[in-house]
């Protein structure tokens, strides 16, 4: 079975490995907004964290034992984490900076509420329906409970309907995509490439 071949303890390492594909996908030229529209931002955001869902999923469909708290925590920490490098991107690209136009500067938008509400809301996307047997009752409340009190932090905004609209996933066509890859195309690449090289 796959999940025999990722130890006991497999789960452990789920934080590190989706930090490292958000390494690539959290950069300046994605999230600045002195070269992306506020849209164009949020829409970078969620996508990020949409492909990270999944990749989540993956992972927690290939362990033999599954933790909500733990499941929930390892997501928290990723966004944790990708927030973390949104501020060490605008410290090290503003410090040297010599005026507000100087190319050099990088500017953020987004709140960190607003930042974890993109997130949790690509989340459960990402999770959708279909795979909702692979989680507890507790992981989905807990998942429903962080969108909901984020959300706070985006109701107030006059600009509210960017949000929605660039995070609506039957408008990005996102739940084709995913019935695409998990049911159409997976048999084929598993047995080309192998399940731990594409699962990791």
Request: aromatic share 16%; hydrophobic share 40%.
């Amino acid at each position: 079975m796959i999940a025999q071949s990722f130890g006991r303890s497999s789960g452990e390492f789920i934080p590190i490995k989706l930090c490292r594909m958000l390494r690539l996908k959290i950069q300046p030229l994605l999230l600045d907004g002195n070269i992306n529209s506020l849209a164009t931002i949020i829409h970078n955001c969620y996508d990020t964290f949409w492909v990270a869902g999944i990749k989540f999923v993956r992972m927690i469909m290939c362990l033999s034992f599954h933790n909500s708290n733990f499941m929930f925590e390892a997501l928290q920490d990723i966004v944790e984490y990708s927030w973390t490098r949104i501020y060490l991107f605008r410290k090290n690209l503003n410090k040297n900076k010599q005026d507000k136009n100087d190319p050099r500067s990088f500017s953020f938008p987004l709140t960190f509420y607003q930042f974890d509400w993109i997130a949790a809301r690509a989340f459960r996307h990402a999770i959708g329906d279909k795979h909702k047997g692979q989680f507890g009752q507790d992981f989905h409340k807990s998942l429903e409970k962080w969108e909901k009190l984020t959300w706070k932090s985006v109701q107030c905004l006059k600009d509210r309907d960017i949000f929605t609209q660039m995070t609506d996933k039957a408008a990005m066509a996102h739940s084709q995509l995913w019935d695409f890859d998990f049911e159409q195309n997976s048999f084929l690449v598993l047995l080309k490439y192998g399940a731990k090289d594409i699962l990791f």
